[in-house]
């Protein structure tokens, strides 16, 4: 239904990501490592064999390819809100979990990325460089002509919902550096959530509204923290020398589910709220990112080229059954 244009490179890959460097997947995920089991702190043993005995003759056969990217479930569960470059430049587009029904959301020459469904079902947030540097805006599913939320300069981007549907977290560079913001739907100024020296990044609120957790770069170093009450207290969740990023709540608050590359290449891990447990759930080479657990608690979708191009992926949430979201 809707051709697959190769672009020829991760041009609107870059777009999306090198003011901040987070992801230059398509470049590196041409250079995939084999990370050695070693590494990981806690591996999974029998989620690994699983994910073996599935996955052993899946080969990267697919150089190039769309990118579909930062999925997120309705509410309900039924469809999945994601961005994606196959018509060209990256737009928002909805899907089944079951791979059907496939439909544009927006139409931008720019860039739109990180959907964010509301808790009502009825609006989306996203980001977009439409008007001329990085923004927030929200749009409704009957009424698809977004609404700009941010007027600001410096990169505006990855909006989360409350859980009341009144606010949304986002980070911005306005101040120095990447910093966490929270602002009313209605629109308004910001407020400031955070005043660091470190990058906070790709945040969002826990089920109960009381924390938040995000990815904090310092030092080349990125990993996981949570930040609780209205004095942000800092609790550092990761502790490992690579990549920790990503990340996003269990529907029951009690886990985070994010991506690190501590194997040596990214993969889905979860981790307790409290810092224990940390449980790899995929192996593949490839690069496996943006997990988000479904609203049941079931399933989590994310990311991986393992095929070539990045598509959507749902597996349980003991990391088995994989299968490709089709569309
Ligand atoms: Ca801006
Ligand atoms: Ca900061
Ligand atoms: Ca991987």
């Given amino acids: ?4 244009l190769d672009k020829g490179g991760p041009t609107e890959t870059e777009k999306i990501f090198s003011p901040v460097d987070i992801l230059m997947y398509a470049t590196e995920g041409n250079n995939l490592q084999r990370g050695s089991p070693l590494l990981r702190t806690r591996v999974c043993l029998a989620l690994t064999v699983s994910w073996l005995g599935a996955f052993a003759t899946g080969a990267l056969a697919q150089q190039s390819g769309s990118f579909n990217s930062y999925p997120d479930w309705s509410p309900d569960g039924a469809s999945i809100v994601f ?3 196959r018509l060209g430049s990256s737009d928002l587009f909805l899907i089944a979990a079951d791979g059907s029904g496939l439909r544009r959301l927006t139409t931008s020459d720019s860039v739109d990325s ?5 808790p009502d079902g009825r609006r989306i947030a996203f980001d977009s460089h439409r008007d001329g540097n990085r ?6 599913l009957d009424e698809p002509a977004p609404i700009r939320l941010t007027h600001d300069p410096a990169w505006d981007g990855s909006p989360f919902w409350s859980p009341d549907g009144t606010r949304l977290l986002f980070y911005s560079e306005r101040d120095g550096n990447a910093e966490l ?4 739907v209605a629109g308004g100024e910001p407020t400031r959530l955070t005043r660091t020296s470190f990058n906070e990044y790709y945040a969002s609120w826990s089920p109960s509204g009381t924390e938040i957790v995000t990815e904090v770069e310092s030092e080349d170093q990125r990993d996981i923290y949570v930040l609780t009450g209205a004095s942000g207290v800092r609790e550092r969740l990761t502790h490992d020398p690579s990549r920790d990023h990503l990340p996003a709540w269990s529907p029951d608050g009690s886990e985070i589910v994010f991506a690190s590359r501590r194997a040596g290449n990214d993969d889905i891990y979860v981790i307790q709220r409290d810092g224990t447990g940390i449980c790899n759930l995929t192996t593949d080479p490839a690069v496996d990112v943006m997990a988000k657990w479904s609203p049941d608690g079931r399933y989590i979708v994310f990311v991986s080229n393992r095929r070539g191009a990045f598509d959507l992926y749902i ?3 003991a990391g ?3 299968r490709r979201v089709e569309g």
């Avoid at 923004?135 to 409704?140: D, T, V």
């Avoid at 913001?181 to 009313?184: A, G, L, P």
Wanted: overall charge negative; hydrophobic content about 35%.
């Fill in 1 to 4: 239904m809707f051709p697959q």
């Fill in 83 to 85: 961005s994606s470059d």
């Fill in 114 to 118: 990180h959907p964010s469904w509301s």
């Fill in 135 to 140: 923004e927030i805006y929200m749009m409704s």
């Fill in 181 to 184: 913001y929270e602002m009313d």
């Fill in 315 to 317: 597996m349980t949430a």
């Fill in 320 to 322: 088995t059954d994989v």
